[in-house]
Nanobody, 121 residues
């Protein structure tokens, strides 16, 4: 089992920044895919960003490219999502996700509990 602990959500005005953290613990994999999804009220869940450990490949949703950036602290098994130039449409519950691999139709096996991000105009 893998446990994911998220932190860093909150409220910010449009144009502001937030950094989300996700710490993985338990039976973590040596090779893995880790990333973030989000779900806004009344909308479907969407993938935001993900990174594959083997080659460091990063993927971002078009809606966040150039504004959101992934980074990792491998010693702490922690993934960060730096969010800048936030927009009201970024408001959602953000979920950390983890699995052995991922593709464009990724359905992660492990999920965090979610952290709320609210961007006011």
């Amino acid at each position: 089992q893998v446990q994911l602990a998220e932190s860093g959500g909150g409220s910010v005005q449009a144009g502001g920044s937030l950094r989300l953290s996700c710490a993985a613990s338990g039976s973590t994999y040596s090779s893995y895919c880790m990333g973030w999804f989000r779900q806004a009220p009344g909308k479907e869940r969407e993938g935001v960003a993900a990174i594959y450990s083997d080659n460091g490949a990063e993927h971002y949703a078009d809606s966040v490219k150039g504004r959101f950036t992934l980074s990792q602290d491998n010693a702490k098994n922690t993934l960060y999502l730096q969010m800048t130039s936030l927009k009201p449409e970024d408001t959602a519950v953000y979920y950390c996700a983890y699995d052995r691999s991922c593709d464009k139709d990724w359905e992660p096996y492990y999920w965090g509990q979610g952290t709320q991000v609210t961007v006011s105009s």
